[in-house]
């Protein structure tokens, strides 16, 4: 689908931590994609794969054209940028497949193709639709995946392709919440990760409407990323327009940022039920991501941004935080979009089913909205959310305050997902030993470890988080759900890309002067404000942190670019803190603590 070319310088960095900058240097290792030249850069060392690493079955043609009867029209599931997709069944198993055959562009060199096999053939999970068989004779190039029925989310959401109703709202954060955990697995699992580069509805497919399991397709045609080896790869953009990162688009710069990118492409086609690009549509409003920018900024139209399918049927807070997540994706800087680690945490939460009963969305019927014609407002209403929350204002907005200077300090040298969950188990008492520790040595360091990725520092959240939760008397029916389950603030992804943000760029943009002037706004405003020191172009990250959101629209009001995004994604959360409800919701560190 749209795929279109183009070239560009590509930056050759180097960097002990690619991953956890998501700044990795592409490999390619595409086989549709390959050209010669960088075949040869590659050099038979850099070969990650070979045929007796290949963890995937070897088919021969023939058997692949027995299974698709010839590869029959009857059998095309699709046709892509890469080729064609039929189902078939093997036969000697039974299994059923999806059989891709690859168009004939730089798929000849077999070993160039075994190589990549070999890698995508380690690459396993739910969340992603795996790779179980090839076939390399001859020419013929074919990659044999599970065959997986379902919808893609284009389908499912967009298209109007199934007599299925809309997607309510939590199933819209499931979906979401899998297809992160798919990418998290490409990103943070993978050796050497990989990057998806062309990810978007069409390359989600959904399970059952039961589960609705979100799993990544296509992955297998991105280019494979392992550090240094291409350097000197020419760029070329393979992904497609709507979802493409701006840096992408711009010189072909490839890292794990521009897929967190077009994830928040998704996730936002999901709140809003509309395309990332929609030739139907007036120009203003034809690409999402430009019509939603102007939005992120004033958070009393997020309502208005949700699909008018949902008939408002969603928590408000939880799409606050929704489209926070999605504008701290679609932020301009790479380097301060989220890690996909950190989005897999937020949207965890926010697809947990609270227990009393989520009112149905509409179904479009003659009568029913048009896409995005303002709905009429009626308020979402549950005892979970409004009186529950509200009563326990008082508990919690004292504890809140906590929780943002816990969050503040507690921004450290991150982890490694393992180590992640190891220390999510970590008591209470020896987060707090990690805290002080944590905050002395971010203190030095600036709030970035030496591999340079800053992170949350679980542990001492959690126990934060739980200590709360423990005292507060009354807390709804979802909190109390939530408990015993580890919690992080929605803030701290906000935080840490603001830091990330502010370190990397931000300090060179932004004036003292205005950040003085925000600072002590916010802080004589709600008397809360969390000290700014960590970085004097923090001042967003320190502001929107603390416990109030009155005032900060004109705090922030010069402020330019991508800057304004990462504000607008904390005027979201913000205004989560509508009436006497905490500013931001904690979120779970993993729904299946709580399943
Ligand atoms: N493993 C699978 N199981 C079931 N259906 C599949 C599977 N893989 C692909 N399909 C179907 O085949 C169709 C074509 O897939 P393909 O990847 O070729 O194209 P695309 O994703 O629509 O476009 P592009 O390749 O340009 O991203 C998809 O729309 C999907 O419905």
């Not at 992080?488 to 004036?511: A, F, M």
Request: hydrophobic share 25%; with cysteine; aromatic share 6%.
């Amino acid at each position: 689908m749209n795929c279109f070319p183009c070239c560009g310088p590509q930056k050759n960095k180097q960097s002990n931590s690619k991953r956890e900058h998501g700044t990795t240097t592409p490999m390619e290792v595409t086989s549709a994609a390959k050209t010669p030249d960088m075949k040869k850069q590659r050099g038979d060392e850099q070969m990650q794969g070979d045929a007796t690493n290949i963890n995937a079955q070897n088919f021969t043609f023939r058997e692949l054209a027995t299974a698709t009867k010839n590869f029959r029209q009857e059998c095309l599931l699709g046709e892509g940028g890469f080729g064609r997709v039929y189902k078939g069944v093997i036969p000697a198993t039974g299994q059923a497949v999806a059989v891709k055959q690859l168009d004939r562009h730089g798929t000849e060199n077999s070993k160039d193709f075994l190589s990549e096999v070999a890698l995508l053939s380690h690459v396993h999970h739910d969340n992603l639709v795996n790779l179980i068989g090839y076939c390399a004779d001859g020419e013929q190039r074919l990659l044999v995946y599970e065959y997986y029925p379902a919808y893609t989310l284009e389908d499912r959401l967009l298209g109007n392709k199934t007599d299925e109703p809309p997607l309510n709202w939590f199933e819209r954060m499931k979906v979401a919440a899998g297809a992160s955990k798919g990418l998290e697995y490409l990103h943070d699992n993978a050796n050497p990760p990989v990057i998806f580069r062309d990810l978007k509805a069409v390359n989600v497919l959904l399970g059952t409407e039961a589960d609705l399991n979100a799993k990544l397709y296509d992955f297998g045609l991105a280019k494979l990323c392992g550090g240094d080896k291409m350097n000197n790869a020419p760029p070329r953009v393979m992904g497609t327009y709507g979802y493409c990162a701006p840096e992408y688009t711009r010189t072909g710069q490839v890292s794990l940022k521009s897929d967190v990118y077009s994830f928040g492409v998704i996730l936002l086609e999901l709140i809003t039920g509309r395309r990332a690009v929609d030739t139907t549509k007036p120009n203003e409003e034809q690409n999402l991501v430009s019509w939603a920018q102007p939005l992120f900024r004033d958070p009393k139209k997020y309502p208005d941004m949700a699909d008018p399918l949902l008939n408002k049927h969603f928590p408000e807070k939880d799409l606050n935080q929704a489209v926070a997540i999605a504008a701290m994706c679609l932020q301009e800087e790479p380097e301060a979009r989220p890690l996909i680690g950190d989005v897999v945490t937020a949207l965890s939460f926010l697809s947990t089913t609270p227990t009393e009963p989520i009112p149905p969305p509409s179904l479009p019927t003659a009568t029913s909205v048009s896409r995005h014609s303002t709905a009429t407002e009626s308020e979402y209403e549950s005892e979970s959310e409004s009186e529950s929350e509200g009563e326990t204002s008082d508990d919690e907005g004292t504890d809140h305050e906590e929780d943002n200077k816990t969050a503040q300090n507690h921004v450290a040298a991150s982890e490694k997902p393992q180590k992640r969950a190891t220390s999510k188990k970590s008591s209470r008492k020896s987060s707090t030993k990690s805290r002080n520790e944590t905050t002395s040595k971010d203190s030095a360091e600036g709030g970035a470890s030496s591999s340079g990725k800053t992170s949350i520092k679980w542990q001492s959240f959690v126990g934060n988080l739980s200590q709360k939760s423990n005292s507060s008397k009354k807390s709804s029916t979802r909190e109390k759900s939530q408990k015993s389950s580890k919690k992080i603030s929605i803030k701290e992804l906000s935080q840490k890309c603001s830091r990330k943000s502010s370190t990397k760029d931000l300090s060179h943009k932004s004036s003292r002067k205005s950040s003085a002037k925000v600072s002590s706004r916010m802080q004589s405003e709600d008397g809360s404000m969390n000290s700014s020191h960590r970085s004097g172009s923090s001042q967003y990250t320190s502001s929107s942190m603390s416990s109030s959101s009155r005032g900060s629209g004109s705090a922030h009001s010069d402020v330019k670019g991508s800057r304004r995004t990462g504000e607008s994604m904390r005027l979201a959360m913000e205004s989560g803190d509508e009436g006497s409800n905490p500013p931001f919701d904690r979120i779970s560190s993993s729904d299946s603590d709580r399943r």
